[in-house]
């Protein structure tokens, strides 16, 4: 006969029962609700004498799949944070929301012809049900997506702040555009021609104003993909120059765009990373990404007009002896002329090195720039064998006069710098292999050493058609001198860029300069799953819409998709989705000039918008006059001084933000750059108190799984495949294993349900939280979730009779020994939990529960109540039950961290082993504080220490205190 568990074991069935109970209090109680000091959520008596702490998700998209085990760990980790700095004493805000505009659901919705809005509800009613499940202690009324209308339109309320903003360079701070305009007016600033602002008419003035804003309308290189009838950002193209979706062929090519203006706060973008406690390795990215360079702007004069280049080595002028443009510089197709000059070779005349040689200019930049469209910015620059092509013009060296022809390549790009590089093949291998590929002038302008010369077995000589390769070194200048300004002999590269930069300045042919990597943000999609623009146009441009017309929602459609085009048609254009609904295209509104009809713009926001501010929403969601109160946001985020600081160090953080934010390292340079942009314009303009919206950031690993393709590379059931004497089989066939991602498509998916059924949630969340620090990814095996199962029915066990479900804890004193272990446990959990270490407080939970279990005896409460809290931090489901029957009327949640008496935490006496010429022979226990005497007397009458001493007095003891004791024969 089969044996029958007893009633009150702690199976998946009872932990189901005990969580779903648990949660559907905590709701009704409100235990997660964080008040704010005023305003609808307010509850002043709550947060007086309070600290503060805002710990913050990266929020998810809702995708049609759900959640697999892999998504919810970091949002586990912060629960258990937050829970912690709740039993600390801290008002502790912890909510979720749904990063829910986007791509993907439009795509679900053209091949279903469900609305997208739809399916993402749909989408985000699965999530918000999952992730209750797991126990995740929000505070629902503070939730928010930025689908819904009323957070999309403090998304265009603050899309029009910046529009209606500029960068005012002198004061490095964003300003209203109303106050430029008033500097026109009242003659303060010169316009560019310098005619009087009222000589202007209507189109030149907005024309000046436009070309200020944070925000603007300009042809810019962009990702056109004809297969899906849109524009798609860098991040959405794959190595090979295909759309991530779909697969279909990008192409690179100019289009009118709307383009934030986020290369003004370069600097401050730069220097302020010294100010916030994010990863190293992060903030690496980040400047690596806005890649600061300092140089000078140099201009080559043309027929066409002065050239322009940026370089990082003006002192190299010397030994320029060809430009290179990018395909698109605007000056290529002014600078082409109708013929070849005479004597163009045919190499510089063909657009690919094994084609025929183009007749014409115009032809041969025709051809080069269509092979270019069609690779990627990085396909470009990572091409081995470098192109280019002739363009049939000139220019003018401006140190020696000399005519330097003029390229076009496609590893030049208009992303960067000026779109435009002075070649020095001499000391550039680049511009090196390019120059012996189409027989071009190297011109020495250093002087290699003797050593370089014998590496490479050639004799000294300035003479570089014997040079297998570029000097990039250091040495004395060499043929770099006119009459008014010599560097040769010179060997300082600083003190010629000096020489050379003051020179340049002096004949009006450059200056001193500093340029970036990073690149004005493409602010614009041809999608209808987007924000609407709060923008209309007239004769003259574009005009943001008054508040009173906010929000602008998107219209109901019957096609939700962009009008696809042949997926190799490069010349195509867009046909955005909304711009088929003409009844909502043609809006009447009085911008101030009386009513009349415009045109609203076409284009919606990327999905970044959303994500660069909700940080703010969920500090004031239900604020129907503001984005977010300022009394409100200045609690929550602005900045403190050292002694009220949350930081673990007590050192302070006076930057304000969000205290504690988790998320991918994949956000390194878009969400996170694209949100500080947006947080310093709002803090320029006096709309929020930090300048930083993070101030702590730490990147989550990630849970990983095993995945098996059988033998035609097809994925194959994880869940199916078993091991059998070290090879893995399905279905009785062998399938190659390999590690990585968990996904529907690898079919290695597990999802957070399954463990739930199996397991219960409090068990998932302990084994999710037990594999390795929260910045370590993990492997996933649902085998070992088991592991934790037993933990918490050996704990459950200790403290509940499994038969009547009633304590078994009793009011007696613990022994001294576990008296000690539950100090210990209350220390060291706390101090792991401080530093986000969740997985070495369960090992210590773990530690004690063994010690208890061991001794196989009724458990104290005075130990019980300790191990409960704790456990509650961890495991909040099973903490509150047991919380309750120790006979508790409120929260675990709510209960302060355990005391800790200091006593305790010192030992009476110590272990220590007893080495005789550094090999153990022996251990001495000693009072604590022992003194050497005392510890050298317990060593030597060790009858093994005795026995190699062999009646003889050691040479020397050596003590380590509280180590060991070395005995020196």
């Not at 950031?697 to 078993?722: F, H, K, M, P, W």
Request: glycine share 8%; proline share 7%; hydrophobic share 40%.
């Amino acid at each position: 006969m089969a044996d029958t568990l007893p009633p009150y074991r702690y199976t998946p069935e009872l932990a189901a029962d005990i969580e779903l109970r648990w949660q559907e209090r905590w709701e009704a109680d409100g235990t997660y609700e964080a008040p704010n000091p005023s305003g609808p959520l307010a509850d002043p008596e709550a947060v007086a004498g309070r600290p503060r702490r805002y710990v913050l998700d990266m929020f998810p998209y809702p995708s049609g799949a759900g959640l697999h085990v892999g998504h919810p760990f970091g949002f586990i980790s912060t629960d258990v944070y937050a829970r912690y700095r709740r039993t600390r004493g801290d008002n502790v805000l912890h909510a979720m929301g749904y990063d829910s505009f986007g791509l993907p659901a439009e795509q679900y919705a053209v091949r279903t012809g469900a609305h997208p809005r739809t399916t993402t509800e749909d989408n985000i009613a699965i999530m918000r049900r999952q992730l209750r499940r797991i126990g995740l202690g929000h505070d629902a009324r503070r939730s928010v997506a930025t689908t819904d209308v009323d957070f999309y339109r403090w998304t265009q309320w603050i899309f029009t702040r910046i529009f209606e903003s500029w960068f005012d360079p002198d004061a490095d701070v964003a300003r209203p555009i109303a106050e430029l305009e008033a500097s026109f007016e009242s003659g303060e600033r010169a316009t560019p021609d310098g005619r009087v602002w009222d000589e202007l008419t209507e189109g030149e003035r907005r024309a000046i104003i436009d070309a200020h804003r944070l925000v603007y309308s300009a042809e810019m290189p962009v990702n056109w993909c004809p297969g899906l009838g849109t524009v798609l950002a860098n991040e959405e193209v794959t190595a090979e120059g295909r759309s991530d979706i779909g697969n279909y062929p990008v192409f690179r090519r100019n289009m009118r765009q709307w383009v934030m203006r986020i290369t003004a706060y370069a600097d401050r973008l730069l220097a302020d990373l010294d100010l916030l406690d994010w990863p190293e390795p992060i903030k690496v990215m980040q400047r690596n990404w806005i890649g600061r360079s300092t140089g000078a702007q140099v201009r080559f004069a043309s027929d066409a007009g002065d050239i322009e280049v940026f370089t990082t080595r003006p002192d190299t002028l010397f030994g320029a002896t060809f430009m290179v443009l990018a395909p698109e510089h605007p000056m290529v197709d002014a600078l082409v002329p109708d013929a070849w000059r005479e004597g163009t070779p045919d190499r510089w005349r063909r657009a690919t090195a094994d084609g025929a040689a183009a007749a014409t200019p115009r032809e041969a930049v025709a051809a080069y720039r269509a092979a270019a469209s069609a690779k990627t910015d990085r396909e470009r620059q990572e091409d081995r064998q470098k192109s280019g092509v002739a363009i049939g013009a000139v220019a003018t060296n401006p140190v020696n006069g000399e005519p330097v022809p003029v390229f076009i390549a496609d590893y030049v790009l208009m992303g960067y710098g000026t779109g435009a590089i002075m070649a020095v093949p001499a000391g550039d291998e680049r511009d090196f292999e390019f120059a012996r590929d189409y027989g071009l002038p190297i011109t020495a302008i250093q002087q290699p050493s003797d050593e370089w010369f014998a590496a490479r077995d050639l004799e000294p000589t300035l003479e570089t058609a014997t040079w297998p390769e570029a000097f990039v070194g250091e040495g004395a200048y060499v043929g770099s001198a006119n009459e008014n300004v010599d560097l040769n002999g010179r060997r300082t590269i600083a003190e010629a860029v000096a020489l050379i930069n003051g020179w340049l300045e002096s004949i009006d042919r450059g200056e001193a300069a500093i340029t970036y990597r990073l690149r004005d943000w493409l602010f614009s999609r041809q999608r209808y799953w987007g924000e609407p623009f709060p923008i209309v146009w007239d004769e003259h441009g574009p005009r943001a819409l008054p508040d009173s017309e906010l929000p602008v929602e998107l219209p109901e459609v019957e096609d939700y998709s962009p009008q696809a085009h042949d997926p190799d048609d490069a010349d195509s254009n867009p046909v955005p989705p909304l711009g088929r609904v003409e009844e909502w295209v043609n809006v009447e509104v009085d911008l101030g000039d009386g009513p009349r009809t415009y045109r609203r713009e076409l284009n919606v926001m990327p999905q970044w918008a959303g994500s660069c501010w909700y940080e703010l929403r969920y500090l004031d969601p239900t604020n129907a006059e503001r984005f977010v109160d300022p009394e409100v946001e200045r609690y929550w985020m602005g900045p403190r001084s050292p002694s009220d600081s949350p930081d673990a160090s007590g050192e302070g953080q006076t930057v304000g933000g969000v205290d504690l934010y988790v998320g991918g390292v994949e956000h390194a340079v878009l969400h996170l750059l694209y949100a500080r942009f947006w947080h310093k314009v709002l803090f320029d303009l006096g709309l929020v108190s930090s300048p930083e919206p993070f101030h702590r950031l730490v990147n989550q690993g990630y849970i990983q799984a095993y995945a098996y393709t059988d033998a035609r590379g097809q994925y194959v059931e994880a869940s199916e495949v078993t091991e059998v004497d070290g090879e893995f089989l399905f279905e009785g066939q062998p399938v190659n294993r390999e590690y990585g991602k968990m996904g529907k498509s690898l079919k290695n998916m597990v999802t957070p349900d399954e463990m739930y059924d199996a397991f219960g949630a409090d068990t998932f969340r302990l084994y999710e939280l037990s594999g390795g620090p929260l910045e370590s990814s993990r492997p996933w095996s649902t085998r070992d979730v088991v592991g934790m199962q037993r933990f918490l029915q050996r704990l459950w066990r200790n403290l509940v009779d499994e038969d009547t479900g009633e304590l078994t804890v009793v009011d007696r004193p613990a022994d001294d020994e576990t008296r000690r272990l539950v100090a210990r446990t209350v220390a060291g959990v706390g101090e792991d939990l401080d530093a986000l270490h969740a997985n070495t407080a369960i090992a210590k939970l773990i530690e004690l529960n063994n010690h208890l279990t061991k001794a196989a005896a009724p458990v104290a409460r005075e130990v019980a109540e300790p191990l409960v809290q704790l456990l509650g931090i961890v495991a909040p489901h099973i903490g509150e039950e047991l919380w309750a029957k120790l006979g508790h009327d409120t929260s675990v949640v709510w209960a302060p961290f355990p005391m800790v008496d200091e006593g305790l935490l010192t030992e009476d006496t110590i272990e220590l082993p007893v080495q005789v010429n550094g090999k153990v022979r022996g251990h001495i226990t000693v009072a604590a504080d022992a003194d050497q005497a005392t510890m050298t007397a317990a060593a030597l009458a060790i009858d093994n220490v005795a026995a190699h001493l062999e009646g003889t007095e050691p040479r020397k003891v050596i003590i380590v205190p509280g180590r060991m004791v070395n005995v020196v024969v």
